[in-house]
Nanobody, 132 residues
Framework: QVQLAESGGDSVQAGGSLRLSCEIS????????MGWSRQVPGNEREAVAT???????WYADSVRGRFTISKDNTKNILYLEMKSLKAEDSATYCC??????????????????????????WGKGTLVTVNS
């Protein structure tokens, strides 16, 4: 059973950096889609970045050039490196995974609402607060 656990959320000043981690327990095989999304209470979940197990990635326009998604396969950790943080980046960030190769291949890149509908594993989230 694959489980995800995020960490790394914190309160930072605008312009600062954070690295979020998503520890993956369990074994994933085949084509997998992993992603980061964020949500502010009262707002819809927003896709931030996705990555297929073959390395292809996608970023939301709002974070492209500032955020980087990566995975350390030896440690089985998914990362989201965030730089030049803005107040509007404040949210609870969740990592998720689509373990179905058919939907992972089809919906992972570019990230859309369908991408995250297909996710079948979710972490509980980690809070990022950016102070302006």
């Amino acid at each position: 059973q694959v489980q995800l656990a995020e960490s790394g959320g914190d309160s930072v000043q605008a312009g600062g950096s954070l690295r979020l981690s998503c520890e993956i327990s369990g074994h994933m095989v085949g084509t997998v889609c992993m992603g980061w999304s964020r949500q502010v209470p009262g707002n819809e979940r927003e896709a931030v970045a996705t990555m297929v197990s073959d390395g292809r990635s996608w970023y939301a326009d709002s974070v492209r050039g500032r955020f980087t998604i990566s995975k350390d396969n030896t440690k089985n950790i998914l990362y989201l490196e965030m730089k030049s943080l803005k107040a509007e980046d404040s949210a609870t960030y969740c990592c998720s995974a689509d373990l179905d190769a058919r939907t992972a291949e089809r919906f992972c890149v570019p990230g859309t609402r369908q991408t995250f509908y297909a996710m079948d594993r979710w972490g509980k989230g980690t809070l990022v607060t950016v102070n302006s």
